[in-house]
């Protein structure tokens, strides 16, 4: 059984104006995403800016989030690091908190072989009794999961069960869930790009443009599953000008922006990210109007 079927939200960390994680603020997004038809709640993610945390702000903020969704929808930890023991150390964490998964991305930085990851991603998953979500984003990371590596995993260890795609690359996704036949769920990890990977048989997406667009979002994806595919097509291409302008920047900075221009949260960041540039927020702000968001 998947984890989740729909869109989940990445969903981004509310910070005040002091830094300090803004706990309430927090609960008022888990609160406004379940209520606008998000199917899961994956936090710590990238967008959530879980690079900047210490590990004990990382772990608080697994056990907040799971304590305020209190069941209501499956939440997703994100637990990867680039020292395997690290990830293995903040799994056993979400673990504890009560996570129903974990989401895990490929080691970033000092990078890995096909060889490495497949120890890295098993040893993880061996030390917790939780299903696990592959995170590939090479973009971000220098390392790309290759869909055979990803296949083996998935055939070996009981717990590895899904994979968050955000190659950006079709035809390697194509080769994914021609290997796979089934053995591992795949989630779109870019929103621009929905629709053709739930035509390759994926279980949803994680998306960033459901922090504001939930019901958009989760309403294109099951549409689609449903068998509407013309309405979920005609969904993606709407929200497309939103998913570009939330990306006009490295990720998270628009879409904080977006969410503080909506009045969900304050916009602050963490260093090294920083403020949008006006130009950006003024096409930011007219892609919103044109969704109505604004």
């Not at 309403?219 to 689609?224: L, R």
């Amino acid at each position: 059984m998947a984890i989740f079927t729909g869109a989940g939200v990445a969903l981004i960390t509310p910070f005040k104006e002091n830094g300090e994680i803004d706990f309430d603020k927090l609960n008022e997004l888990i609160d406004f995403q379940i209520e606008n038809g998000t199917d899961s709640i994956i936090i710590c993610g990238t967008t959530g800016e879980s690079a900047t945390m210490t590990h004990e702000e990382h772990i608080e903020t697994i056990r907040a989030c799971v304590s305020h969704v209190n069941k209501r929808v499956p939440v997703v930890a994100g637990t990867g690091s680039n020292c395997t023991d690290t990830a293995i150390y903040l799994s056993k964490e979400a673990y504890k908190a009560g996570a129903d998964a974990l989401l895990v991305v490929t080691p970033y930085y000092n990078k890995a072989t096909q060889k490495g990851l497949k120890e890295h991603f098993t040893m993880v998953a061996e030390a917790v009794d939780l299903p696990m979500i592959l995170y590939n984003v090479p973009s971000r990371t220098g390392c790309n999961i290759l869909p055979q590596t990803a296949v083996d995993m998935a055939k070996n260890v009981d717990n590895i069960v899904a994979i968050k795609e955000a190659s950006g690359n079709i035809s390697q996704v194509v080769t994914l869930a021609a290997l796979a036949e089934g053995c591992i769920d795949i989630y779109s990890g870019n929103d621009d790009q929905v629709i053709p990977l739930l035509s390759l048989g994926g279980k949803g997406v994680i998306s960033v443009l459901s922090n504001v667009a939930p019901r958009q979002t989760h309403d294109m994806v099951m549409e689609y599953l449903n068998g509407n595919t013309e309405k979920a097509l005609q969904l993606q291409l709407q929200l497309h000008e939103l998913c570009q302008a939330l990306f006009c920047e490295v990720n998270p900075i628009p879409v904080k922006k977006a969410a503080e221009l909506m009045g969900l949260c304050g916009g602050t960041l963490r260093r090294p990210l920083t403020e949008m540039e006006p130009e950006n927020v003024k096409r930011l702000q007219a892609a919103l109007q044109a969704q109505g968001i604004l």
